[in-house]
Nanobody
Framework: QVQLVESGGGLVQPGGSLRLSCAASGIMFSVHAMGWYRQAPGNQRELVAAISSGGSTDYTDSVKGRFTISRDNAKNTVYLQMNSLKPEDTAVYYC????????WGQGTQVTVSS
C-alpha cells in the first residue's frame, strides 16, 4: 500500500527557512519523478517543485531561487528546502508523484507570519 508521509512544517517568520521531508513507502521510489505541491485556503493545489528519477529539477516561477528539491533514494525520501520564505508561501504542502499520482498524504502546514 502506497503511503506518503510529510513532515517539517511549522510557523516561521518572513525571511526564515524550513526543510520539509516526505517519506514514501509501498512504491519503487527511485523510478518515480516526485513533486512537492501546496494548497493555500481557497486556492487549487499547485505544483511548486519537481525532481526526476535522475535528479533533474524544475520549479514554479514564484519559488525559483528560494526553494530546492532533492531526493535520497536510499531513504525513499524527497526533501524541500525553503529559504527566504514569504507570507504567500503559507499553505499545506504535500508530496506526490509528478506523473503517476498516488494517494495523497496528510500534508504539512507551513505558516509564514510575523
Amino acid at each position: 500500500q502506497v503511503q506518503l508521509v510529510e513532515s517539517g512544517g511549522g510557523l516561521v517568520q518572513p525571511g526564515g527557512s524550513l526543510r520539509l521531508s516526505c517519506a514514501a513507502s509501498g512504491i519503487m521510489f527511485s523510478v518515480h519523478a516526485m513533486g512537492w505541491y501546496r494548497q493555500a485556503p481557497g486556492n487549487q493545489r499547485e505544483l511548486v517543485a519537481a525532481i526526476s528519477s535522475g535528479g533533474s529539477t524544475d520549479y514554479t516561477d514564484s519559488v525559483k531561487g528560494r526553494f530546492t528539491i532533492s531526493r535520497d533514494n536510499a531513504k525513499n525520501t524527497v526533501y524541500l528546502q525553503m529559504n527566504s520564505l514569504k507570507p504567500e508561501d503559507t499553505a499545506v504542502y504535500y508530496c506526490n508523484g509528478r506523473y503517476a499520482p498516488m494517494r495523497w498524504g496528510q500534508g504539512t502546514q507551513v505558516t509564514v507570519s510575523s
